[in-house]
């Protein structure tokens, strides 16, 4: 059984608009097949890892560990703007929520469970996330 009162739903509000925005905001810098790209020659490196560790081969192991370590920091610089993007509006906004509903005690309750600001806002923007990145088809 789902209760959840009117500061609830403001929390469930709010977490959708983050969700959205934060979405939209990585749909918009992201370029995504560069992104899938990237994933992919991870993935061969990986496998070419394994093989040169079973055959012993290490200059093959070193190569492909650098070339590996190359593209992971490509990627997590790419993946990196669009944090910089939202971090701000989002302190903003968690700092309000946190003024507003620390004191609020249970805003909503799930399967029995009571759930104060932070966790019910967490459980709606994963919710929202997984919902709102497949639609979008965002990584």
């Given at each position: 059984?789902?209760?959840i009162?009117?500061?609830?739903y403001?929390?469930?509000?709010i ?5 959205i925005?934060?979405a939209l905001?990585r749909k918009?810098?992201?370029?995504q ?7 992919e020659?991870?993935?061969k490196?990986?496998?070419?890892m ?10 093959k192991?070193?190569?492909s560990q ?7 920091m490509?990627n ?10 939202t971090?701000?509006?989002f ?19 799930l ?5 104060g600001?932070?966790?019910w806002?967490?459980?709606c923007?994963m919710a929202?996330s997984l919902?709102?990145n497949k639609?979008?088809?965002?990584s």
């Open positions: 059984m789902i209760e009162t009117e500061a609830g403001t929390i469930a509000l977490s959708t608009g983050l969700a925005m934060s905001v918009a810098v992201l370029d097949e560069k992104m899938r790209e990237t994933k020659k991870i993935k490196h990986q496998e070419e394994k093989k040169a560790t079973k055959s012993g081969d290490t200059k192991l070193q190569k650098g070339d590996m370590m190359k593209l992971t490509e997590l610089k790419h993946s990196f703007k669009p944090m910089l993007i971090f701000i509006p302190i903003l906004v968690f700092s309000w929520l946190r003024d507003q509903y620390s004191s609020a005690g249970t805003v909503a309750s399967a029995g469970f009571d759930l600001w932070f966790w806002y967490l459980i923007a929202v919902v709102i639609v979008l088809k965002v």
